[in-house]
């Protein structure tokens, strides 16, 4: 045990804190509207609680206005194709998230005629959500009792709690403390906790001064709580490299292609290349042409490090099977991640 008979957070003083200064979003219910009897729609929660894994509130919110502008309802994200959802969902990146995203919404269309299980057990039963998105629904649309732990909240409580390992280490004993503390307003509840370490309790600042939970807080108490939570030790990150070939026709439409649907990236679309391995390999070119080296993009994934060289050459289109010729001012609206965004950018286009 890394927690001793852990202290509760004192949930009266954080509510009437989330009362006063609960951030605006656009998915969120206000407390004061909340209180007079308005719901928070699980729609835009789950929406927008997908969209925030891995991502930054600031990134999101023009995301979600779009998604919710394009289908303002579970029933209309569920009978948009996937390629469009993909499309909407460029530059958010953890692409696997916009496949489950669809294909959650088709779950809750046709095995629970639109409507979002209540509890967080219920909704774990759908695709792509987890531990901790069916808490943050359950919670914030159905005021459950359950404990929503996020990457904010594991740095409050290790502050908090001065937890002397990593937070990984220690992630259901946290868990469990956060849980004893959580009242009936629990959607308020959780978040308030994520405000307070978005707002507050900042990776490399704390405002110990202005939060609620300090008087409670064993890391105000000791004078140095950034040095909280205990980072654990960095594994090194592998590096894989490859070649990536920008195609031109005449009248310079680039050529474009959609990858596997499963694996990384699946189903977005790209730019044709090579294999990505340990070691880079000898270009291979695709098809005949004036190859020119157009410089090195480098781009980094959770557990790698990628380098890509990148090629471009003018080639005739009449050779090419498969994908489809897009002109350079419709790019914006194809469905390429980031890294082939910048692939085409080293070569002059996008």
């Known amino acids: 045990m890394h927690l001793s ?3 509760l957070i004192d949930a009266p003083s954080v509510l009437a804190w989330y009362d006063r200064h609960a951030r605006d979003l656009p998915w969120r219910v206000a407390p004061a509207a909340r209180a007079k009897g308005e719901h928070p729609d699980p729609y835009r929660v789950w929406l927008s609680e997908v969209m925030l894994q891995q991502t930054t509130v ?53 095995e629970h005629a639109g409507q979002f299980p209540q509890t967080s057990a219920g909704l774990q039963t759908l695709p792509g959500i987890g531990a901790y998105t069916s808490a943050a629904i359950a919670a914030i649309c159905f005021d459950e009792q359950v404990a929503v732990l996020d990457g904010n909240l594991d740095r409050v409580l290790a502050r908090y709690y001065a937890l002397d390992v990593p937070v990984r280490e220690a992630k259901e004993e946290l ?24 707002t507050i309790c ?30 654990p030790a960095k594994a090194e990150r592998p590096v894989r490299k490859g070649h990536a070939f920008v195609m031109l026709d005449a009248a310079g439409d680039v050529y474009l292609q959609s990858r596997p649907t499963k694996g990384l990236l699946g189903g977005m679309t790209e730019v044709p290349g090579s294999d990505w391995a340990a070691e880079l ?14 410089g090195q993009v480098v781009h980094i994934f959770t557990h790698f490090r990628l380098e890509l060289e990148v090629w471009s050459a003018a080639v005739e289109p009449d050779a090419l099977e498969g994908g489809w010729w897009a002109e350079p001012a419709a790019l914006k609206g194809e469905a390429l991640p980031t890294l082939f965004r910048k692939v085409l950018a080293a070569a002059g286009l996008e």
């Not at 868990?175 to 978005?198: H, I």
């Not at 609620?212 to 004078?223: D, K, S, V, Y």
Request: charged content about 15%; aromatic content about 10%.
């Open 5 to 7: 008979d852990p202290a």
């Open 58 to 110: 600031a990134t999101v919110r023009s995301y979600f206005v779009r998604f919710t502008s394009l289908w303002p309802t579970v029933f209309d994200l569920a009978a948009a194709p996937l390629d469009s959802v993909l499309k909407e969902w460029a530059g958010l990146g953890y692409y696997a998230r916009a496949r489950n995203l669809h294909a959650c919404a088709q779950a809750v269309v046709n």
């Open 175 to 198: 868990r469990a403390a956060l849980q004893a503390s959580v009242p009936q307003r629990a959607g308020d509840f959780a978040q308030a906790m994520m405000d307070l370490g978005a």
């Open 202 to 231: 900042a990776p490399r600042a704390a405002a110990c001064m202005l939060c609620p939970i300090q008087p409670g807080c064993i890391a105000t108490r000791q004078g140095e709580p950034t040095l909280y939570p205990i980072k």
């Open 281 to 294: 390999v000898e270009v291979t070119y695709p098809m005949d042409g004036e190859w020119q080296h157009r």
